[in-house]
């Protein structure tokens, strides 16, 4: 964790420039602080005043007064740290509220092989706890940091303007403060982190068994897992004890300060009071309250730079998101209009990982209206190829066109606006069917999707489930099988009713009635629309105009279901191994 170590001023800076941006919140704070830090100094002074005035002058309503006016003045005292812990708290929540927006606005701009790289749970964390601790940095963190400073510097000031040699012996005690909130600052942090490390360790290591439940249960691992939570519980636990322990240890030693002070003061003080008479009772006593407020920040002084510290790291690896730019470069002028849905692959080269290219100079072509199929053993590229075609990868080299028409030349939303893609892992959103179909697109009305439903003849399969088009899918369309899922996604398409289609049929075995179902809504979907499917299915492969057979990475052999059979090749051999089987 060396990004840790080093206190970083421009993330500082930054989040500060963003509070400040909410400028009458942020006057208001400034100056409430100020109040609070000038008000509470001035209480013991008032104290000093009643008790050389009033008490010992035997001056009853004068103190009456008195204790009134220092009643009012701790009132006031009381809102303005209210008024300052609540609007601190308000442009936190600003502060961070902003980031959030703009940190998912850019987050789902960047693309796809940005995710493939970056585990899904680090941008949860950035985007959900990261930015709440940047909220610290202005609760807990430089606002009561800088009440705290104004504090001491009127209270120094003050002590001097009481009585500057009794002050003088007091402040003596000034750099011990220093040295010793330093020290505990320093050791603090490095518990901090520990802390928060193994914290970090056990979330991951609780989150994956989650997602992997069925795999721990399936191979009996539930022993063993429990075996390692335990050890790394034990080791959170030491984490924390020691943190305790630093604590536990600065109280007393901020007393043991405050103590030798006041002890120091009574000594001067007192001597000054009694044989000298140029220091009053109440200024012993005004100087007495002026030392334990001296001392009460050192108690929570590192407290406090471990909030803007924690706050800091979590800036830092939100701004490092936030200037990275992985968007797709959305260059492309052109828009596509009355599109034909004649596609065009030359000889595109692509590689997600450098250097290691899965697809090497695939080109085809289909006319308007076409059904391509492309088969192939797994990982030969077949989805990397409708990846490439709705642009959520750029390629390495080639080209590939749409109406002969470059789809790096096209504005990248009006491109994907002439694409439907139904996935081989179909992602559904946890809410409605109907939510899942129209995507948040209010003008598509439920009669639409009926129509649309009967038309690809799963109107019934869907109001067989238990609430029609209003039933929920769960996280994952975990409650809907595969087949169903694709069927939903089927819907999703058709209604889009987008020029060009392309389809991933899932692999996984699908029931008799699902794949019935699947059929006749692929013919519908293919019908008189520029199709890419990657079949699965026979009688989608033998429905297709052009066959595409894929060998890793390349087109081995294309033609007709017909053709490529009598050729004798590749396509002959994967067709006795994968279809001549008891499945099809
Ligand atoms: N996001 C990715 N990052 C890196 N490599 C990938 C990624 N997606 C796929 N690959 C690799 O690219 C190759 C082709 O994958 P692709 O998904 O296109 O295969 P496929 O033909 O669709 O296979 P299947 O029939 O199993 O769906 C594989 O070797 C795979 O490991
Ligand atoms: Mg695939």
Not at 109 to 124: A, C, E, I
Not at 220 to 237: P, T
């Amino acid at each position: 964790m060396s990004d840790s170590n080093k206190f970083d001023f421009s993330g500082l800076k930054r989040v500060v420039k963003i509070g400040i941006s909410y400028r009458s919140l942020f006057t208001a704070v400034v100056i409430f602080a100020i109040l609070s830090a000038v008000v509470s100094t001035y209480r013991p002074y008032l104290m000093k005043d009643a008790i050389d005035q009033y008490i010992l002058n035997k001056d009853v309503p004068g103190l009456l007064y008195f204790i009134l006016l220092i009643g009012a003045v701790l009132m006031v005292e009381v809102l303005l740290s209210f008024a300052v812990i609540f609007i601190a708290n308000k442009i936190a929540q600003r502060v961070i509220r902003y980031l959030r927006v703009r940190l998912f606005d850019h987050i789902i701009k960047f693309k796809l092989s940005y995710f493939d790289r970056t585990p899904n749970g680090v941008l949860v964390t950035r985007s959900v706890s990261d930015i709440e601790t940047i909220a610290e940095i202005f609760n807990n963190g430089i606002l009561t940091l800088m009440v705290d400073t104004l504090r001491v510097i009127f209270i120094i000031s003050i002590m001097y303007y009481m009585n500057w040699m009794v002050a003088s012996i007091v402040i003596i005690i000034l750099p011990l403060m220093i040295i010793i909130t330093n020290l505990f600052q320093k050791a603090l942090k490095k518990v901090y982190q520990a802390e928060r490390t193994v914290t970090a360790k056990l979330n991951t290591y609780v989150q994956e068994r989650l997602s992997g439940m069925t795999i721990v249960q399936l191979f009996n691992r539930q022993e063993k897992e429990f075996e390692g939570f335990k050890s790394i519980n034990k080791e959170l636990r030491t984490a924390f004890l020691k943190t305790n322990l630093y604590f536990a240890l600065l109280f007393p030693v901020v007393d043991i300060v405050s103590a030798v002070a006041i002890g120091l003061l009574l000594w001067f003080g007192g001597l000054r009071t009694a044989v000298h008479g140029d220091v009053s009772v109440g200024e012993v006593m005004a100087f007495i309250s002026y030392i334990t407020m001296l001392t009460q920040p050192m108690r929570q002084i590192a407290d406090r730079f471990n909030s803007i510290q924690r706050g800091l790291i979590g800036a830092d690896r939100v701004f490092k998101i936030l200037d990275d730019d992985q968007t797709l470069p959305n260059n492309g002028k052109e828009v596509l209009t009355d599109v034909k849905g004649e596609i065009e692959f030359e000889k595109v080269v692509f590689s997600y990982v450098p250097e290691n290219p899965v697809l090497k100079g695939i080109s085809f072509q289909s006319k308007p209206g076409e059904t391509i199929a492309i088969v192939g053993a797994t990982g030969a590229g077949k989805s990397t190829i409708i990846n490439l075609l709705s642009r959520f990868y750029d390629i390495d080299s080639g080209d590939i066109k749409i109406d002969g028409k470059s789809i790096y030349s096209v504005e990248l939303s009006n491109l994907r606006s002439h694409i439907a893609v139904v996935l081989q892992d179909v992602f559904l959103f946890n809410s409605t069917i109907y939510e899942n179909i129209i995507l948040g697109n209010t003008s598509i009305s439920l009669e639409n999707v009926e129509q649309a439903a009967k038309e690809i003849g799963i109107h019934n399969f869907i109001l067989s489930l238990p609430n029609g088009y209003h039933t929920e899918v769960n996280e994952r369309g975990a409650s809907l099988s595969v087949g169903q899922r694709q069927l939903i996604s089927f819907l999703r398409a058709y209604v889009y009713n987008p020029e060009i289609l392309v389809l991933d049929e899932a692999t996984s075995s699908i029931d008799t009635e699902s794949e019935t179902l699947i059929q006749n809504a692929t013919e519908k979907l293919t019908k008189g629309r520029t199709s890419v499917v990657i079949a699965h299915r026979l009688a989608t492969i033998q429905q297709a105009d052009q066959i595409l057979v894929m060998e890793n990475g390349e087109i081995v052999e294309k033609g007709t279901h017909q053709e490529l059979l009598e050729k004798g090749g590749y396509y002959h051999k994967l067709y006795e191994v994968q279809f001549q089987s008891s499945e099809f």
